[in-house]
């Protein structure tokens, strides 16, 4: 039987064959969007188990649901044959080769959770979204006692530790250093990438196709820390109030957070999970309560809806929101716009200040951008803000006990807004698509 590995592979461009024939124990490869890292990365450990049998080989990627459906559930199948394998372990995304190497595939999500292992060759795939610990504290020791190797690939994500990194291996003997941008590769066409450049917001495109090592050039929201101030949960009686209030799902968090009409300050958040529904509806009156019994911008989608549907009831003066892709996406716009227009202030809050970093613009498969959140973070608190915050120029609605159930009123789960903020918007989510963001 022979079998020819890399297996399945198209023939190898240039920059491939490069790392393929290196010899260096470490490398880095920074290469573009869509440049075939992961298949490449692969392969090459792929080359590596066959010709040092018996050893044992680590794949790792930010998490473990990613090392699965990156990896696991596609390239496994294209790229390893069936006849050099002894058996699979669909769990623990392990493969058993019948020379005695085993490679596993796991998550950087708990570095702590590899200590004790010994693998004799690791891919960081996607380092630059790793944590930093997994190479300096957990696998480099091992490495260097057992003379092993490594390979770190990904695209930029600002100048974090995969840049500091890079800064440090180039021209060091042990290490391969390989940086390819769109322009090097010659992947696509003029036409392919002047359509990409089209529907990228510029810093995305230069980070995600060029090669750039940009500051934040990922982050939805800028000038947040322009914006803070050291935020108080008191009420200030002569003024008024809007409450912004994401209701908790499963494992998630509920949060209110109070928006100060008068001087456009955010207030301390109040934020609680593992509570009944009934206990939710309580604190969220007292809070109501407290702020003047101003208007209340609730999260109205699925579960939400009885909620509303009770605090109307309880003659609440409240605006039910439902989530839709594009209604959250116009939601998280407007608060971008807020802070970077100065307009507002927020809670110099360490947790919301992460949450706000965590949204980011992502590329799908197909080169579209969409707005997303880091795997792992969670997004109540920026939620919650953004309704604290959505309509601030609009009056106060009266209270609305008159209908039986809050698809019966009049308003459709939205807000209205305003032409002159309707055209903003319009604006901003123009330039924000095609300019630096």
Not at 47 to 67: D, M, W
Not at 217 to 236: L, Q
Not at 369 to 391: C, N, Y
């Amino acid at each position: 039987m022979q079998v020819t590995i890399p297996h399945n592979f198209r023939p190898p461009t240039e920059y491939q064959r490069a790392y393929f024939a290196n010899t260096k124990p470490f490398s880095i490869l920074v290469w573009h969007r869509r440049a075939k890292k992961t298949r490449t990365a692969l392969n090459k450990q792929l080359i590596r188990i066959f010709t040092q049998p018996r050893n044992t080989y680590y794949y790792v990627l930010p998490t473990y649901k990613q090392a699965k459906q990156v990896v696991w559930d596609s390239l496994v199948r294209d790229h390893i044959p069936d006849e050099v394998v002894e058996k699979k372990n669909d769990s623990e995304l392990a493969i058993y080769y019948k020379n005695g190497s085993i490679q596993r595939f796991v998550g950087a999500e708990d570095p702590d959770k590899h200590r004790g292992t010994s693998p004799i060759d690791v891919v960081f795939d996607e380092y630059s979204e790793q944590s930093e610990r997994i190479w300096t504290e957990i696998f480099q020791p091992v490495l260097r006692e057992n003379k092993g190797t490594a390979t770190f690939v990904y695209t930029p994500k600002g100048k974090n530790h995969s840049w500091k990194l890079l800064q440090l291996a180039k021209g060091q003997e042990n290490w391969y250093t390989d940086v390819q941008s769109v322009h090097d590769t010659k992947m696509f066409t003029e036409k392919e990438l002047q359509e990409i450049r089209e529907n990228t917001p510029l810093a995305l495109y230069q980070q995600e196709y060029e090669c750039s090592f940009l500051e934040s050039a990922a982050s939805f929201f800028r000038r947040t820390r322009e914006n803070v101030y050291d935020a108080t949960d008191e009420a200030i009686k002569e003024h008024t109030y809007q409450l912004g209030i994401d209701l908790a799902k499963y494992q998630d968090w509920t949060v209110i957070t109070p928006f100060d009409l008068n001087t456009f300050m955010v207030g301390k958040q109040d934020r609680f999970n593992q509570v009944d529904w009934n206990l939710q509806k309580a604190r969220i009156q007292v809070a109501w309560h407290k702020y003047g019994k101003g208007n209340t911008v609730i999260d109205a989608t699925g579960v939400g809806d009885p909620i509303v549907e009770d605090l109307v009831h309880q003659q609440m003066s409240v605006t039910p929101f439902k989530f839709t892709e594009q209604t959250k996406r116009e939601l998280l716009l407007h608060l971008s716009i807020l802070l970077e227009q100065d307009k507002i202030k927020i809670p110099n809050d360490p947790d919301l200040l992460a949450e706000l970093d965590a949204i980011q613009w992502e590329l799908s498969e197909t080169g579209k951008t969409k707005i997303g959140t880091v795997e792992g973070m969670h997004d109540d608190r920026v939620m919650s803000l953004a309704l604290a915050v959505w309509g601030k120029s609009l009056p106060i609605p009266p209270v609305r006990p008159q209908y039986e159930t809050p698809t019966d009123s009049p308003y459709d789960g939205t807000i209205p807004i305003s032409q002159p903020q309707k055209s903003l918007l319009e604006e901003q989510m123009e330039l924000l698509s095609k300019q630096d963001v």
